[in-house]
């Protein structure tokens, strides 16, 4: 099994010194214009992680990602008029197709 992993966001200094940082995790992406680096570290050592990383000297502050906290499935979702009208359409209309009785075109 996949082992749960969260996401940090870590400002530097500089951005060839965030190559330290592949020790503590997994480097996803590095913005040179940002200064920033978006990194994964396992939720087992989450804290002391962010610990060590903010103790480092080319750190200038180090932040949590929250995504994991946002809801992927809705209860009171209600379903959109217009998105179904639209679905009926096309599905009039591939029915047609399939059926043979599309218009020639002149």
């Known amino acids: 099994m996949r082992e749960k992993r969260?996401?940090?966001a870590v400002?530097?200094?500089n951005?060839?010194?965030a190559r330290n940082l592949r020790k503590f995790g997994n480097v996803h992406y590095v913005s040179r214009r940002l200064n920033y680096v978006?990194?994964?570290v396992p939720e087992e050592t989450l804290?002391?992680?962010?610990?060590?990383?903010?103790?480092l000297d080319f750190v200038t502050r180090v932040e949590r990602s929250h995504r994991h906290e946002i809801p992927i499935y809705y209860d009171n979702a209600k379903p959109d008029?217009?998105?179904?009208f639209d679905y009926k359409m096309e599905?009039?209309?591939?029915?047609s197709v399939v059926k043979g009785e599309q218009k020639p075109d002149t």
């Open 15 to 17: 951005v060839k010194s």
């Open 6 to 8: 969260l996401g940090l």
């Open 38 to 40: 978006s990194m994964y």
């Open 81 to 84: 008029k217009a998105k179904e």
């Open 91 to 95: 599905e009039t209309q591939l029915l």
């Open 47 to 55: 804290e002391q992680t962010i610990e060590r990383i903010s103790r």
């Open 11 to 13: 400002y530097v200094k």
